[in-house]
Each structure stands twice: as structure tokens, then as C-alpha cells.
């Protein structure tokens, strides 16, 4: 059993201070530098002010393992996705707790705030997010080339549609 709880500056401090290795190497390419736990706090409230979902995943025990985050992207009835996690051999049965949680529910919560599509990136070399993303409902569409200092960091784009535009063809590799 997991819990949703909102974010607060502790439980997002408890998860980002012992973020998963990967989830670690996935921000410092993403940001195109290292990056440490008050880096990734800031850059997380300052999401979480525009934010339509912040929250923190929670186990039964109260411990926080992993954010969660859903923000407008400037387009209307787009949004974008983030998720960062604690270590995700020790939390991976709460991880997929959390994945079939927002799979069961992304369809009623994108339609009660009027949102068609989702977008999320990972690292091209993150071991987990291809599975996790997907397990979420999410669907890969474009490998992006040109990320991180010197730009030689891959990120592949994935998205959730709403039932209503997923039967739109997307371009294919």
C-alpha cells in the first residue's frame, strides 16, 4: 500500500537526498551539469508553484520514496511529467504500486483539469524509465538527440493522450 500526500519541502528533501542513482545521472544530463539535493529542491518548488499535481508517494509506513510532478506547458491542454524516486531496487514493489496507481487513475484526473496530453523524457540510458513510463500508459514517441553541456545526451519523449485523442497517428522511426 502507498499513499499520495502533497509536497512539502521535508518529504521532497527525505526523497532527494537519497535519490536512485539513475534518477541522479538522469538530472545532471538533463541540467547539463552535476547537481545536488538543493539544486533539485529548488528546481522542484519552483515546479511545484505552477504546478496541477505535486505530490509525494508515501509507503504504508509513512516514508517518502518518490515526487511526483504534472505542470502546464504553455500549449493549452498539454502538461509535462517528472518523477524522481529513492532507490529503486529497495522501492521498486512501491514504484510499481505508484505506476499502476497513476495508470488507474491519469484518465479521471487529465479529464477533471482538462488535459489531453502528457509529456515525459527520460535518459536514453536510464535502466528502469522505458518500462516504468509505459507501465504508466505512457508511450514512447521520439528519441531526442542534443541534451546535456556538450550536447551529446540522449532523451527519449514519451506521452500520455486522452481516450479521446489516442486514436490520432503518430509518426513512427
Same mark, same amino acid.
Given at each position: 500500500?502507498?499513499?499520495?500526500?502533497?509536497?512539502?519541502?521535508?518529504?521532497?528533501? $527525505?526523497? !532527494?537526498?537519497? =535519490?536512485?542513482? +539513475?534518477?541522479?545521472?538522469?538530472? #545532471?544530463?538533463?541540467? %547539463?551539469?552535476?547537481?545536488?539535493?538543493?539544486?533539485?529542491?529548488?528546481?522542484?518548488?519552483?515546479?511545484?508553484?505552477?504546478?496541477?499535481?505535486?505530490?509525494?508517494?508515501?509507503?504504508?509506513?509513512?516514508?517518502?520514496?518518490?515526487?511526483?510532478?504534472?505542470?502546464?506547458?504553455?500549449?493549452?491542454?498539454?502538461?509535462?511529467?517528472?518523477?524522481?524516486?529513492?532507490?529503486?531496487?529497495?522501492?521498486?514493489?512501491?514504484? $510499481?504500486? !505508484?505506476?499502476? =496507481?497513476?495508470? +488507474?487513475?491519469?484518465?479521471?484526473? #487529465?479529464?477533471?483539469? %482538462?488535459?489531453?496530453?502528457?509529456?515525459?523524457?527520460?535518459?536514453?540510458?536510464?535502466?528502469?524509465?522505458?518500462?516504468?513510463?509505459?507501465?504508466?500508459?505512457?508511450?514512447?514517441?521520439?528519441?531526442?538527440?542534443?541534451?546535456?553541456?556538450?550536447?551529446?545526451?540522449?532523451?527519449?519523449?514519451?506521452?500520455?493522450?486522452?481516450?479521446?485523442?489516442?486514436?490520432?497517428?503518430?509518426?513512427?522511426?
Amino acid at each position: 500500500m502507498i499513499r499520495l500526500v502533497p509536497f512539502s519541502n521535508a518529504a521532497g528533501w $527525505a526523497v !532527494l537526498t537519497r =535519490l536512485d542513482l +539513475d534518477d541522479a545521472l538522469e538530472a #545532471a544530463a538533463y541540467d %547539463g551539469h552535476p547537481v545536488d539535493a538543493f539544486t533539485l529542491l529548488r528546481d522542484w518548488q519552483t515546479g511545484h508553484a505552477a504546478a496541477q499535481l505535486s505530490q509525494v508517494a508515501c509507503t504504508s509506513a509513512g516514508t517518502p520514496f518518490a515526487l511526483i510532478l504534472v505542470a502546464p506547458t504553455g500549449q493549452a491542454g498539454v502538461s509535462q511529467a517528472a518523477l524522481l524516486s529513492r532507490d529503486h531496487r529497495q522501492f521498486g514493489p512501491h514504484l $510499481a504500486r !505508484l505506476a499502476v =496507481l497513476i495508470r +488507474d487513475g491519469i484518465d479521471a484526473w #487529465a479529464e477533471q483539469v %482538462g488535459v489531453r496530453r502528457i509529456e515525459a523524457r527520460s535518459h536514453a540510458d536510464h535502466p528502469r524509465a522505458d518500462r516504468l513510463l509505459r507501465f504508466c500508459g505512457f508511450h514512447l514517441e521520439a528519441r531526442l538527440p542534443g541534451f546535456g553541456a556538450s550536447g551529446d545526451e540522449m532523451f527519449h519523449q514519451y506521452a500520455w493522450l486522452s481516450e479521446g485523442v489516442r486514436h490520432v497517428q503518430t509518426a513512427q522511426d
